[in-house]
């Protein structure tokens, strides 16, 4: 007799298996479909390919592949590690492609789905390593003095439309100055049996506040993260909450012993946890070091004239603002080109903070400049000096 198809998804798996791919496959594909237009390799907005060199798919195959991106997810809850593999391997070629799809949310899932191809007992030890590191460096990166200066005060923001009395949003703007060492103290708490559930409870009280702030009650800006938000809380909970028969399988030291089975996990997980100590140097990128709200990345100003502005398509000429006055002539301009949110309105995220990215996108818009006073540059980098670019030229403004 034929075997009929299972009509539920995971059947031959555990319980937190089933939800982890669940909650992971979910978020996903909820993700996907909040950035359409960030697949797309016809659009306006330039593509970052890793390498001059490497082939960019053309239409309509860059469509089909998304299609086949997100059949691949929900595919999944049959034929896991077929479809699993197959949507990690179209990820990796559409970042090749195009790295402002390397977005922190689906670095993480991209992650964790690799090590939910593992034998059972690795798997949930590497993703929940992976969960713990993610809370940790957040909270590292927060913990610089721009972090302080601005980000409490703009968390508390829409606040003022809450009707809330000054004392609450003094609290509320005191409860974000203390995020760095939540984070950070969610990462360890969550392997310590004591304070696990103290730790699970921060978690939800963290994503509940940020989608309050992100969401429609507040600035409604960025909600391609909102189920990240969503998903982070099922994760946490899915990965650490335990029953009284197995809470003493928790702990760091017996996940450790589970990820030694596969010498390859461990060097994966390895990697994952150190790599973005590199960020600080710039030689890792910060989005994939969970340096999020942080005001510690690399940023860009980009400086044009009215007359260049009047070149640009109306919805890149949109985001040319007044800058002035005053304004240095010799490395600004009267107006400055928004390209941040362009890139949100155009593809539905923003753009990876890095250096490339910026000189790509400075590049691009060379093609409307007319003269080279026209178009200017001011890149201030995580680490080493602020360049200053100006057609051809490129000018250190601060010492090497």
């Known amino acids: 007799m034929a075997l009929m198809p299972q009509p539920f998804p995971f059947p031959d798996v555990d319980r937190r298996t089933a939800w982890l791919r669940i909650v992971l496959l979910g978020a996903c594909l909820l993700g996907l479909l909040a950035c359409r237009s960030l697949w797309s390799n016809a659009r306006l907005y330039p593509l ?15 469509t089909l592949r998304f299609v086949a991106m997100l059949l691949a997810l929900v595919v999944a809850g049959w034929f896991y590690r077929p479809s699993v593999t197959c949507f990690l391997i179209l990820v990796a070629q559409a970042y090749c492609e195009d790295q402002n799809r390397g977005q922190p949310w689906l670095y993480l899932y991209w992650m964790l789905l690799c090590f939910t191809l593992l034998p059972a007992p690795v798997s949930i030890a590497a993703c929940r390593c992976a969960i713990s590191v993610a809370y940790i460096w957040s909270g590292i990166q927060k913990c610089n003095p721009r972090f302080f200066q601005i980000e409490p005060a ?34 360890l708490a969550l392997w310590i049996s004591p304070l696990r559930l103290a730790a699970i409870v921060a978690t939800i009280v963290v994503h509940v506040a940020a989608l309050l702030v992100l969401g429609p009650l507040g600035y409604n800006y960025n909600w391609v993260v909102w189920p990240w938000n969503v998903a982070m809380i099922g994760l946490v909970c899915v990965l ?43 030689w890792w990128d910060s989005y994939f070091s969970f340096s999020l709200y942080a005001d510690n990345t690399a940023t860009a100003n ?15 000429r949109a985001q040319v603002k007044p800058f002035g006055p005053p304004y240095d002539p010799q490395f600004q301009g009267p107006c400055i080109f928004v390209h941040g949110i362009w890139c949100y309105e155009d593809l539905g995220v923003p753009p990876i903070p890095e250096p490339r990215a910026f000189r790509a996108m400075f590049n691009f818009l060379r093609s409307y400049s007319r003269e080279p006073g ?21 000018q250190f403004l601060t010492p090497k």
Do not use: N
Not at 48 to 62: G, S
Not at 303 to 314: E, S
């Open 240 to 282: 650490f909450v335990q029953g009284k028969s197995t809470a003493a399988e928790s702990g760091f030291m017996p996940a450790l012993t589970q990820l030694r089975r596969s010498k390859l996990a461990l060097a994966v997980v390895a990697l994952y946890t150190l790599l973005p100590a590199l960020s600080f140097a710039g």
């Open 48 to 62: 970052l390919p890793i390498a001059p060199w490497f082939p960019i798919l053309p239409p309509p195959w860059d």
């Open 302 to 316: 980009i400086f044009v004239t009215q007359a260049f502005a009047d070149r640009l398509p109306p919805k890149m």
């Open 154 to 187: 703009w968390f508390v923001g829409p606040a003022a439309q809450w009707h809330l009395p000054a004392f609450a949003v003094d609290l509320m703007r005191r409860a974000v100055a203390c995020t760095p060492v939540v984070e950070l103290g969610i990462g």
């Open 374 to 394: 026209d178009l200017r540059m001011i890149v201030g980098q995580r680490a080493g000096p602020v360049i200053f670019y100006e057609g051809d030229t490129r």
